[in-house]
Structures are given as C-alpha cells and as structure tokens.
C-alpha cells in the first residue's frame, strides 16, 4: 500500500505555530480515528505524540495538538521551541487489518 | 517503568534467516497487543507485524508470508523470524506496544535492532 501523503519539511521560528498535514483515503484517515503523530530525534526511537486523532499521552505538552478533516489530519505545534525540531510521522489504521505511516516531515526550527 | 529491549539483529546475507527477540517488562505483556515496525536507513517507518492479546496476527501485505511474528506470555516477550531475507529488509526493527485496541498506534517503542542484509 502507499504510503500517506506527508510535507517533506516545514519550519517555523520560535514561539510559532506549525501544521503538518497527513493525507490519505476513505480506506484509512478518513474513514478511521485511529491517527497517530510520532516525533522522531536523530538516532531515537518514535515517540507517540497523538493518538486517535486527537488525543495527548500523558506527559506531552499541551502544545501539541491534533484535528481531522475528511482524508486529511493535521499535527499543529504552537509555542515553537527548539527541541521540537525533529522528524514527525503520522499513521492511520487502514481496512483491513493494516496500519500506514506516512512518509515523515522534518521540521526545522529558524 | 515500561521498557521493550530487542534484541537479535546483525549482518546476514540476501537468502539467510534471522530471529529477533523483544523483552518487555514494567506492564501486564499478555493484555497488550504488540507490534514490530521498521525503518531502512535514512528512510520512514513502515509497519511489519502485530500480534494481538486474543492471539490474531496482522502482517504487511509487501512482506509475502516471508516474516513470522510470534508471542510468549510466559517469558513477555515478542519475536520476529525473518525467513528469505533480501537487501531491502535492511532496517532497524522497533519492537512497539499498541495503544489499546488493534492498530491504533504504538505508545512504547523499544530502542530497535540493527539487521543488515548484505553479501
């Protein structure tokens, strides 16, 4: 299956607010609410940002928050600072029985 | 503290087989689903395999049945055999714990494992 569709890179300077978007199909973002948005530091392992579109695990900052709109999410990260610099992945739950990610956004903070 | 530690990985030639191991600790491993994703090098994360807590298993269409994914709750732990491997299943493989429910995202990543397929 082919990837979801996602910005190469985005930037923002400090204290900024970013989206990133996340395109796919009826078959998976749009017609699930199973979106999730991971941050990935160089050589670390993903960490779940969002999860079900819109919800925040504990101990993320509220800074991060997550939205739908048809076949499309979106992570938006306000009040930009520096270590949020990092690549940023979405997946989606797609029928039947698989997962897509998308291909990632690295976000460069100016 | 919930920790996932793979291990497992190293160099193998196209053709060859691997087993890679994750051993989770800090939570309650039979009632999770558990997950191994991938990465090729400089490239994005692609889903592998998930075995469920009801014993279901979900693989990647693209791997063609050359992967296995299996479970011991006795032992907490999740394993992978990679059978027939190729040069493009070069990839640090991420042993992952979903969030509740199936496919829904993965809350707790393991470090990953190194596999290098190479001649």
């Known amino acids: 299956q082919s990837a979801l569709t996602q910005p190469a890179s985005v930037s923002g300077s400090p204290g900024q607010s970013i989206t990133i978007s996340c395109t796919g199909t009826s078959s998976d973002v749009g017609g699930y609410n199973y979106v999730s948005w991971y941050q990935q530091h160089p050589g670390k392992a993903p960490k779940l940002m969002i999860y079900d579109v819109s919800n925040r695990p504990s101990g993320v900052s509220n800074r991060f928050s997550g939205s739908k709109s048809g076949n499309t999410a979106s992570l938006t990260i306000s009040g930009l600072q520096a270590e949020d610099e990092a690549d940023y992945y979405c997946?989606?739950?797609?029928?039947?029985?698989?997962?897509?990610f998308g291909g990632g956004t690295k976000l460069t903070v100016l | 503290e919930v920790q996932m530690v793979e291990s497992g990985g190293g160099l193998v030639e196209p053709g060859g087989s691997l087993r890679l191991s994750c051993a989770a600790s800090g939570f309650p491993f039979s009632t999770y689903n558990m997950n191994w994703v991938r990465q090729a090098p400089g490239k994005g994360l692609e889903w592998v395999s998930s075995?469920?807590?009801?014993?279901?298993?979900y693989n990647a269409d693209s791997l063609k049945g050359r992967f296995t994914i299996s479970r011991d709750n006795s032992k907490n732990s999740l394993y992978l055999q990679m059978n027939s491997l190729r040069v493009e299943d070069t990839a640090v493989y991420y042993c992952?714990?979903?969030?509740?429910?199936?496919?829904?995202?993965?809350?707790?990543w393991g470090q990953g494992t190194l596999v290098t397929v190479s001649s």
């Open positions: 997946s989606s739950y797609r029928s039947i029985n698989t997962l897509l």
């Open positions: 992952a714990r979903s969030v509740a429910g199936t496919l829904r995202g993965f809350d707790y």
């Open positions: 075995f469920t807590n009801d014993n279901y298993i």
